[in-house]
């Protein structure tokens, strides 16, 4: 299945074919090759304020993990309806149905889900 690699920080240098390499190696030796996975870098600031909104532990740490797919197909099924995040007003019309929808699947699910652009304006 797939691998996407994202460095979202400028601090420590990523070279992103070498490390594709590597976790595919990983995923083939564990045997779980049947699943996409999503690798993020980010500084300590963002995976801080992730961590805070996620965890409710307002500290930098050097991992997170979580299935993602739920936020994600929101996230893109509101672009499909026509909500944009352009601009600040359109942000917030696309951020509160986000929420209304990810709030109701959390409900449902027991999950603590929150928008993928929370804390973007």
């Given at each position: ?14 070279r992103r074919m070498p490390l594709r390499r590597k976790m595919d190696l ?36 050097d991992v997170l993990s979580f299935p993602f797919h739920e936020v994600t ?49």
């Open positions: 299945m797939s691998l996407v690699i994202k460095n979202l920080q400028r601090v420590v240098p990523i990983v995923r083939s030796i564990l045997g779980v090759k049947k699943f996409d996975l999503g690798i993020i870098c980010v500084d300590n600031k963002n995976i801080q304020n992730i961590n805070r909104i996620y965890r409710n532990k307002n500290v930098p740490t197909a929101t996230h893109g099924l509101c672009h499909l309806l026509g909500f944009t995040h352009s601009s600040e007003a359109e942000w917030q019309k696309m951020y509160n149905q986000e929420k209304l929808v990810l709030e109701e699947l959390s409900r449902h699910t027991g999950a603590r889900l929150q928008p993928l652009s929370r804390g973007l304006y």
